[in-house]
């Protein structure tokens, strides 16, 4: 499963990149949650065009990305990978300044993800709130779901703890006393 980060995971402030400015969307938690009880990877691809803009550095990226997976990690939940385009062509920071592939609507981080782990994209769902995330995801080859808002939790199937676990992971029976 493949989440857009601002506006899905967490509220879009507008380039969020703070960590105080950290506030969940409904069920967001819950539904990364459920993603890994699944069995499913569950990534972040994130337009972080603030970098390019000379409004934050990388470095808040990933220290806000840390601080996601801390409170993930807080109900048993984690992001596999969080990717992210630092680009925009009309930036000021010269070093981001560029077209790339990876900015969405094009598909690049999404086609890196799924070169990077054994994911089959027949099976591969993305979750945006823009245009520009379902374009991807299209361009990339896997299916899209436009989020307005609600709880992010129902967007998630099947519902937690409905998948059975593989046989070697089921709790042994103890031997029969004869
Ligand atoms: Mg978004
Ligand atoms: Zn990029």
């Known amino acids: 499963m ?21 506030r969940w969307m409904p069920g967001a938690r819950e539904a990364v949650r459920a ?11 994130t337009n972080q065009a603030g970098v390019a803009r000379g409004l934050y550095r990388e470095a808040a990226i990933l220290a806000f990305h840390d601080e996601m997976q801390r409170r993930l990690a807080d109900i048993g939940a984690r ?4 990717a992210y385009c630092p680009h925009h062509p009309d930036g000021i ?9 990876c900015r969405k609507p094009e598909p690049g981080m999404i ?5 990077r ?16 995330d379902i374009a991807a995801a299209k ?9 307005r ?10 519902p937690e703890g409905t998948a059975q676990p593989p046989a070697c992971l089921r709790p042994l029976q103890p031997p029969r006393r004869r």
């Not at 992001?79 to 969080?82: F, G, N, W």
């Open 2 to 22: 493949f989440f857009d980060r601002d506006g899905v995971l967490n509220e879009d402030r507008g380039y969020t990149h703070r960590i105080e400015d950290l």
């Open 117 to 132: 782990w054994p994911v089959d994209p027949q099976a591969s769902m993305l979750i945006g709130d823009r245009d520009s």
């Open 79 to 82: 992001i596999d990978e969080y």
């Open 93 to 101: 920071v010269a070093a981001f300044s560029q077209h790339c592939s």
């Open 149 to 158: 808002g609600g709880d992010l939790r129902s967007y998630i199937d099947p």
């Open 139 to 147: 361009a990339a080859g896997i299916a899209a779901r436009l989020y």
């Open 35 to 45: 993603v890994n009880h699944s069995g499913r990877f569950a990534f972040v691809v």
């Open 111 to 115: 086609l890196a993800l799924l070169s």
